[in-house]
């Protein structure tokens, strides 16, 4: 369903009246189009600690343009003030920060360069996680990363966003597939998240086709999210397996047909679900997407046991009774991504879901409980948490929650289809297993659950 008011907000009357109104105006975003090359279109500035200097010896892979900002270290051109390009990336590594003193350094480094944004640009700031220093005060000003990236993300304007990844030293290696992703329009609709990169030995060879070779399952693909991610896997060299229930078969076997997939007409709550699963996929998988989930709202007053079963079992039972029949059938190759679709409800909760965000919570600790278990065999699992995306399931909503859902985040929009599809794509990469447990939002910011 289209989104009128941003239509009308960026239209010269709109423009005006939305202006003079004080109302919100959020901005078209950009997104990312096949056949594109480089993830960042315009100037990069770089910043900060050492892990600045590591960026720089990529960054020609990532922009045309890369700059220095009052970091000597670096040999790229400095940026200045008033003089330099508008940007559309900044990096700053603030990993070195070890006392709450030094975290000045981050109002330093980002006020002069906030006026000069382009239009979406990207943020990303650098740190270490928190949680594996010694040093008390280095701590807190690491964690103090998270409640200043945050903030910067509500503060931007005009569909720019800001990220914070916590780089273990062992994730290091990582940083260009991450980059790729967080500084270029395949995170359009994510911004105040923070993620943590650890060990992974699996490199992508070529970033034009970072999944070719690899095989994926998606569950619910014959529409919404689950066909983009199925386009998305299949654009980046993967050959997909799409799944859906029978009555879904025209649109299944017409996706599969234009993808060059094979379609699979399956309940996933079926009895012998698992078995018939197990035997169509004699080659074996590399990435899995659970994909296929319902809603059945109601308040908890007026929630029939129908409702909670049908949406805890496609939802929550039917991802474990399969991933449980994969692994133990060796269908699931060494290095697989697994990613489950969890949602901001499972995070925030939400009236007239308790079925729906107990069954997208217990997703999320689907993925913490299995992430050791996997990364033994170089696998990972991760839950993405879609906030409001504009399909077939938000169509539905009274007008009201609709808008919303819409406006109540900081790129102001709902997301769509494509932004979760893009997260899903980058997991779903070899050395993507250095994200691994853990739960990324692609949620414009959405104040619910912030
Ligand atoms: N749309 C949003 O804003 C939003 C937000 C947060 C999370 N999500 C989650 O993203 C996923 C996709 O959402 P969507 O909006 O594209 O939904 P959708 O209803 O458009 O598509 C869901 C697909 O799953 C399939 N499916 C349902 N039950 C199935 C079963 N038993 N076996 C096999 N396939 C089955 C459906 O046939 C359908 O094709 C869901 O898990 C949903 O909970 C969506």
Redesign the pocket.
Known sequence: MSDRYLGFANSNLGRRLVDALGLPRPVPLERWQAGRLRPVEGALVLGGGPLAKQVEAFAARLTGECYRFDDDTLASPAWVAGLGPKLKALVFDASHLSDSDQLKQLREFFQPLLRSLAPCAHIVILGRPPESLDDPQALVAQRALEGFSRSLGKELRNGATANLLYVGSDGEDQLEGALRFFLSPKSAFVCGQVLRLGHCTAHVEDWTRPLAGRRALV??A?????AAIAETLARDGAQVTL???PQ?QKDLDALAERLGGRALA????AADAATQLVESLPEGLDIVVH?????RDKTLANLTPEYWDAVLA??LK?PQVLTQALFEAGKLHDGARITL?????GIAGNRGQANYAAS?AGLIGFAQAWAPKLAEHGASINAI?????E????AAMPIGLREAGRRLSSLGQGGL?QD?AEAIAWLSQPGSGTVNGQVLRVCGQALMGA
């Open positions: 569950t619910g014959a529409r919404g999210i689950g799944l859906d229930v879904a399956l309940d996933i709550c994909n296929a989930g319902i809603t496609v939802n039917a679709l969890a949602s901001v409800s997208k948490a879609p906030g409001f995306i399909t077939h399931m938000t289809p979760v």
